[in-house]
């Protein structure tokens, strides 16, 4: 996304499947997040605890010309009711996308959120949070591949020993190893 974003391309999709933790961070990554149900959804408790309520700016009823449409209608927007302290109401939108109904409704929809989000300042607010944790992720992963470095060769084997024969608690070891792998580092730029 961070490429296709790099080189223009406007808007950028990203379609994932299921309600887990990992959709719920790429929505986290998302100007506008649309999701989709179909008539007979399941549990809205289950999408409730899944976060979908507090992520969705639209939601999107497919298959709108099936039984339980309306009764699907119903849930979300009696979820949503509930939901306090939003500042965006998420609209629901009815499609069928086999025959095109409600497409442009849906892009009418988005449009208006991403409108939303430029007068209010929300998208800026939004983006500036995403590149912070994204930031935080990276230099965290970088961290960590640096460190399996020092978990490895003669000077952690000694650690280790020293550790096993009881001569070295693990915190003090762990920071000695540490602390002659950030020396060696900074000489490097010396």
């Keep these: 996304a961070r490429v296709l974003d790099a080189v223009g391309f406007d808007p950028v999709v990203i379609e994932t ?20 149900v179909n008539p007979g959804w399941g549990d809205a408790v289950q999408a409730a605890k899944a976060g979908l309520m507090e992520v969705a700016d639209v939601f999107v009823i497919n298959k709108a010309d099936r039984p339980g449409a309306g009764e699907t209608r119903r849930d979300l ?37 991403r409108s939303w989000l430029e007068a209010t300042g929300e998208g800026t607010r939004r983006r500036e949070a995403s590149l912070t944790a994204e930031l ?9 591949r640096r460190a399996e470095v020092l978990t490895v060769g003669p000077e952690f084997e000694a650690a280790r020993r020293s550790v096993l ?7 003090t070891a762990a920071a000695s190893l540490v602390d002659r792998g950030l020396g060696r580092l900074l000489d490097r730029r010396d």
């Design 17 to 36: 499947l299921g309600v887990g933790q990992v959709e719920v961070e790429i929505a986290g990554a998302a100007d506008t997040t649309v999701v989709v």
């Design 77 to 113: 927007s009696a979820s949503l009711e509930m939901a306090s302290g939003r500042d965006w109401k998420p609209p629901i939108v009815d499609t069928v996308a086999t025959d095109g109904t409600g497409v442009a409704a849906l892009v009418d929809a988005v449009e208006e959120h």
């Design 136 to 144: 935080a992720a990276v230099v965290g992963a970088e961290v960590a």
């Design 165 to 171: 024969d009881g001569s070295v608690d693990p915190w």
